[in-house]
Each structure stands twice: as C-alpha cells, then as structure tokens.
C-alpha cells in the first residue's frame, strides 16, 4: 500500500509520471558537448590579460576594475548588498550584459531591477528558460521558442500529446525544484557547426540555426540545470532569484506562426522577485476575469460572436448604440476640425495595392478573389484609395491641408489562433484619416492631431504615453526622406510635451510612426491611436498639388495617416472593460429605465418613456408581470445609469422618482424631480460627455 502511494504521489492528475522515464537521450548529449565547450571557454578566459579597467556609473562616479574578471554583480555588491539582491540584469554601453559575464574593457554600466521594461523582459525571459526545463522533464518534448511577452512568457514544444490544465500542477512542482536549486545561467559562444550538432534531435532548432545564423559564425547558448538552449540572453544569474512562478494558460500554436507548418503546444507563465507581486497579480487577474469584454459583450447583451463568421462581431442593439455613439463623436470632432467623411470601396483589384507596396509587404493578411481571371481583394486598410481621390483632378496649394476621413469596414486575415474577442478580428472599423498637406504645414497638422488624440483620451479619463517607432529592416524608399520624416515626428513629440520614448525598427513599412499607448482604470496599455508620416505613397500614387511658386509649379504633399480610435471594435473592448460595464452615461445603451410601482400606472410610464425617448435619450421601460422589487433589483443588476419609479404621486405632479446608480443616497428612495426639470439636465450631462452623472 506504502509503494502504491508513493507512485501516485509522482503522477499529475492526467495520470502521466512527474518526469517522462526514460529521459530523452538529447539532454545528456547536449550537457556532454556543453561541458566539454564550457571547459574550453573557460581556460580561454582564465588566460585573458588582467588589466586595469574603470566603469563608468549612471550618477558620474568611476569604479576599479579588472578586466576578465570584474563583474557587473561584483560591483553591484561593492556598492551595497541590497542593490545586489535587487538588481537583474546590466547594461554595459547601452547594451543588456548578464550580471555575472566578465566586463573586457572599461565601459559605461547599469544596473537595473524588476520595475525596469528591461529588467521585467529579461527577468520573464529567463522564467521561460526554467518553464522549459519543466517541459523537458515532465514531456520529454522538443522545444522551440520561449521569448517574454507583454505580460509573462510562453514556451512552445511539439510533443505526441496535448497540454492539459491537469498537468500544471507537474509543472510547478518541476518550476519549483529548479528554483530551490539556484541554478546558475550559464553562457557559452559556440560555432554554428557545434549548434547543429547540439541540437540535431530538434528540427524546429536546426531549422531556427540555419535560417538566422550565417555560416561560419557563431552564437550563444544558455544552459540552467540540465536545459541548454539556443539562446542570445541575457539572463539574470541564477533561477533562485525567481521567488514566485505560475503557469497561466495553454494553447496551440504553429511554429513561427505560419499555418503551413507544425501544430505546437505553447505553455504561459508569469513570474515575479517577490510572492507579494504574484498576489497581487492574482487579484488583478480575478478583477481583469470579471471585466472580460466578451464575458461582459454577452451578460449585457452587447455583441457575440459565431463560429460560421470567426473573428466578426455581431453587435446587438445595446452593443450598436455604443458603437455608434463613438462613431459619431469622431464625427461631430471632425466637422469642428475641418475633415471631410468620404466613402470608398471595399474591394478593389489587386493592381491597387501594387501600386501601393501592400501587396509585396501585406499581402499574406489580405483576403483575395478571383473575379473575372482578375485577382482583387478586400481592402485591409483605406490609404490607397484615398490617394486615388487625391489624384482625381488638379489640386491648388490652396486646398491644402485635404483632410479625408473614412469609417469604411476593413477585411484583415489574420491567423485563426490568433483571433481574440473584439481585440484581435478580421471585420472591423476605424476612424481612419488621411492628411494631405504642404511640407510646411507639417508642424500645425501634427500638432492638432496629437491635441485631438488628448481631447478624445482625456473624455475617457485615460492616461497615455507615446513611442516614436522609427525605420524597420524591410521598407520603401530612401534612408534621407526617412530620416527627414523622423525628425519632424520627433520635433512635434518634444513640442507636445507629454511622455514618448523611442521604439526603434518598428516604424510602418512606407514610414515613421508615432504610437500611442493609453492606460486603463486597471492601469493595463493598449495601443491605440497612431499616426504615421509617408512621404512613399504620394510617391507611388505620383500624387502633385499646383504650387505658387513660377519655377516649380507642382510639388509632391506630405501624407499624414492617423487614427485617434483606432479600430472601433477594440475600442469597445478597452472601453467595456475600463468601465467594467458601469458606463458613462454619454456612452451608456442602458441611460434610462422607467418603472411603475404598479399596472395602473403603466400609461404614464410610457408616456414618460417617449418623452425622454424624443429627446435622443436611450430609455426603456419594465412593463412586465415581475414584482416591483424585482423589478428595481433587475435594472440595478443590467447597470442602468437612472431608474425613474412612477406611481400615482407622480403622475398627479408629472414627475419621477429617481435613482442614480453612482449616488448611493439615492438608491433606496430616491429623489421627487419635475420630469420639466430633469429632462433638460439629462440632455445636457449627455452633450457634456460628463465622467461624472450627478444631476
């Protein structure tokens, strides 16, 4: 009985051992060359010149040091013992270092912590590494990529069988002994030759060696524990600085991404220095779960979605009533700042976005048809067809700035495991505007932009910060009218005056971009809003505008794109999680519920419906056999903004007895207001767009 316990002991739930027996041959052969290179290395190391070197700190002060020998942690720990402890990683000129490599020369160094964007990055990427250790002891699986992500890490591996939930608790037992282990991050350079033979079990590795390492180089490995993986780091210096790791979620995948390739099984974890963090994280979680937009879409009847139209929402009528009241704010913005809403096609012939560059750089996300031995596709994005209203007729410099606006449906293919809620879909909308404009009328455009995208933000109480994304590794045109373009972007940044930061190589592919990322009431980013700079379009489109200038007549406008919503389907998201269904009431589809206290009173209650209904108020009333207590308890439950109770006081008087949700006073008894009175102050709070609704 004793033997039998201990046996189940050391099987997860799914009834699978706690480590896969016999152990894959691939890990002794990989520690074996490991060891044999390592001890190699390390005598190359031991007979580097020592000299000294000085290390130049963030606050001006120069530190001693001995190259091939000192270390980021050393001189960490010679400062204090707690910025030892707390730090995870170096940057040495600019560029992460592992605390625990040799410094060679004399350098500038940092050191950073957890709270830092690159500490969290490579804090989770080596979580991944220990995720996968796990993988490998509990699977006997082939790995593949483990990077960090927004929130986390994930590790994917093929394997004959598909993760469970049931197998978590395996996991972090495994996750849970490498820590205790404090085991080192070791780094090793190793030639591509040596690579191939490493991993020549794993054809995921070997296909990722032999596409991004060019022959007769070399790159490096980290080995934790018995993982050693391709890996380019850094890493913090041992497992036990993870003191709290959980494994999240699983899901499916396909190697790089690609549907034409394997089917993988991909693994979430999230991680944290502290247990305090992973608790506070868990609670976060639990209040993310309860505002889910899709669980939110259904439980008030805002949207769905079906698996014969995936990644297209169906909005219900509540949902449409937000979704166009935020169309129709942009509207009402752009009649004030001088935009003018066009219409355009949603499907054109592909020769289009040839001309464009879409179709070299996007046409795997585009939808094609073949019509007539013509291949056409359904526009992914507005652009180019705003060029060809552009370039209708002769423009003057007169007419410049031509602001072109456009809520036209956009088709995008995006892979099904990737679709997400109303976050990630293939239908969708945006508030979409172009700008077409003289070089120097740049500054005034970019400005008024980014005041817009600050107005509308500012409505939904949303703090936001901006990254300058700059030229990416495949695009058009010429390096000069990059770095041009670039400069005015950040020129109009630094005039603007609110938080921005650089995110190099990540720009569109005919331009620079400003990117804007808002914080929500759960203080999560979105990106959202973004305008980009093209000087290619304008180009490809051989787009001119006549100047006033006798000696050069035409010259070439600027393009500005720019969404301040962005797509409007994943603004609704943002927004029904932020506001975790209590909507605001400009915004709300529920503003008004009308009850009786009894069935007599039924026709002046829907005598006042109307009423609030003609004056563009969203009003309904319970008119059912339910009992009045019920009644008030269902329409507290769906969130309505204000519950006006009629009874026979009421109708003597022509008032209503209301209740504000955000007013507890209110709640039980309510206020007497003349219904003359209250219907002005309705209209106004919701031409106001008030955070607030207190009248």
Known sequence: MGADT????????????????????????????????????????????????????????????????????????????????????AKVDGVLFDLTRVLEKSCDLQLLDFESPDGKKVFWHSSAHVLGEACEGHYGCHLCIGPPIENGFYYEMAMDRAVSSVDYDSLHTLTKRAISEKQPFQR?????????????????????????????????????????????????????????????????????????????????????PDNKMMKEY????????????????????????????????????????IYNTLVDL????????????????????????????????????????????????????NCPGHCLMFG????????????????????????SGALSGLTRVRRFQQDDAHIFCRLDQLGVEMDAVLEFIKYIYDLFGFTFYMKLSTRPEKYLGEIETWDKAEELLRDALVRFDQP??????????????????????????????????????????????????????????????????GSVERMVAILTENFGGL????????????????????????EVQQTLHDAGLFVESDLSGDMFKKKIRNAEIAHWNFIFVVGADEESSRSVNCRNRDDPNSKNRGVV?????????????????????II
Not at 57 to 65: A, I, S
Not at 209 to 238: E, M, Q
Not at 398 to 414: C, K, M, S, T, Y
């Open 392 to 415: 209708l007729r002769e423009r003057s410099y007169r007419e410049l700035p031509l602001r072109l606006a456009d809520f036209g449906v956009i088709h995008r293919n995006e892979a």
């Open 330 to 381: 942009q509207r009402s913005e752009y009649r004030k700042r001088g935009f003018h809403e066009v219409i355009t096609p949603n499907m054109y012939n592909t020769k289009l976005w040839k001309i464009s560059g879409h179709y070299a750089n996007y046409a795997e996300n585009m939808f094609t048809l073949p019509i007539e031995k013509e291949e056409f596709a359904l526009k992914p994005m």
């Open 6 to 89: 201990g046996k189940k002991k050391k099987q997860d739930k799914s009834g699978y051992p706690l480590e896969c027996s016999p152990k894959p041959d691939y890990i002794d052969h990989r520690i074996k060359m490991f060891d044999e290179l390592k001890a190699i290395y390390d005598e190359e190391i031991a007979n580097k010149p020592r000299v000294p070197i000085k290390i130049h700190m963030p606050d001006g002060r120069f530190m001693d040091g001995i190259a091939w020998e000192t270390t980021p942690l050393s001189i960490a720990a010679t400062i204090s013992k707690s910025l030892a402890e707390r730090t995870v990683i």
């Open 500 to 565: 921005w930061e650089l995110n190099p190589g990540d720009g569109a592919f005919y331009g620079p971009k400003i990117d804007i990322v808002l914080s929500d009431a759960l203080r999560r980013r979105h990106q959202c809003a973004t305008i980009q700079l093209d000087f290619q379009l304008p180009e490809r489109f051989n787009l001119e505008y006549r100047t006033d200038d006798p000696e050069n007549q035409f010259a070439r406008p600027v393009m500005i794109h720019r969404a301040v919503l």
């Open 282 to 321: 868990e609670q976060f979680m639990a209040e993310a779960e309860k505002r889910d937009h899709r669980k939110l879409g259904i439980e008030q009847e805002l949207f769905f979605f079906n698996e014969l139209s995936p990644g297209s929402a169906f909005f219900l009528p509540h949902g449409t009533r």
């Open 188 to 272: 090793l350079v190793m030639t591509k030759e040596n690579l191939l033979e490493m991993f020549k079990d794993n054809k995921y590795k070997v296909h990722i060696i032999n596409d991004k390492i060019p022959d007769n180089t070399s790159t490096t490995v980290y080995r934790c524990g018995p993982l050693i993986d391709l890996c380019y780091g850094p890493h913090i210096p041992h497992t036990g600085k993870i003191k709290a790791l959980k494994v999240t979620k699983n899901s499916a995948a396909y190697f790089l991404g690609d549907q034409n390739n394997d089917s993988l099984q991909r693994v979430y974890g999230i991680s944290f």
């Open 673 to 693: 207001r003349s219904l003359d009175e209250i219907l002005p102050l309705l209209v106004e709070l919701k031409a106001n767009r008030s955070k607030d609704q």
């Open 583 to 606: 909507w605001p009431f400009w915004l709300s589809p529920r503003q008004i519920m009308v009850i009786p206290i009894a069935a007599a009173y039924n026709d002046y209650c829907q």
